[in-house]
């Protein structure tokens, strides 16, 4: 997927400012197939480092990019998510995912942005191959 169809998918999403996630679109456009539907963009505090968060309808990517550092992602199916919830809090929201038996709490996220994590996190799930 090239970063112009991403960008007009964030703005469909009514995300408008990549400001605060400029560092990691273009590896997120990079793995990103046009058949994968794009459904949630946030970003948030994991293991110390500021994350971009990924809610497609077949996994989740966690990216962290740097300006001087190599693209670190960790990628996961939307299948193997245990559970999901988003405790929004007046400036310090967090957005909680477990799956794999393994739990991954973002930190510091926007808090605006709740509704639209729960929308993603309840749309089908497409099996990939």
């Given at each position: 997927?090239?970063?112009?169809?991403?960008?007009?998918?964030?703005?469909?999403?009514?995300?408008?400012?990549?400001?605060?996630?400029?560092?990691?679109?273009?590896?997120?456009?990079?793995?990103?197939?046009?058949?994968?539907?794009?459904?949630?963009?946030?970003?948030?505090?994991?293991?110390?480092?500021?994350?971009?968060?990924?809610?497609?309808?077949?996994?989740?990517?966690?990216?962290?990019?740097?300006?001087?550092?190599?693209?670190?992602?960790?990628?996961?199916?939307?299948?193997?998510?245990q559970?999901?919830?988003?405790?929004?809090?007046?400036?310090?929201?967090?957005?909680?995912?477990?799956?794999?038996?393994?739990?991954?709490?973002f930190?510091?996220?926007?808090?605006?942005?709740?509704?639209?994590?729960?929308?993603?996190?309840?749309?089908?799930?497409?099996?990939?191959?």
């Amino acid at each position: 997927m090239d970063k112009s169809y991403l960008l007009d998918r964030l703005r469909e999403l009514g995300i408008y400012s990549t400001y605060y996630h400029r560092l990691e679109l273009k590896p997120l456009a990079s793995v990103l197939p046009y058949d994968e539907k794009l459904n949630c963009l946030f970003t948030g505090y994991y293991d110390g480092q500021r994350r971009l968060v990924a809610i497609t309808d077949s996994r989740i990517l966690i990216v962290a990019s740097a300006a001087l550092t190599q693209t670190n992602m960790i990628v996961i199916k939307r299948s193997a998510v245990q559970s999901y919830r988003f405790e929004k809090r007046l400036l310090l929201s967090k957005a909680i995912i477990t799956a794999e038996d393994r739990t991954y709490v973002f930190a510091q996220t926007q808090g605006s942005i709740e509704k639209l994590f729960n929308w993603a996190m309840i749309q089908p799930v497409k099996e990939s191959e």
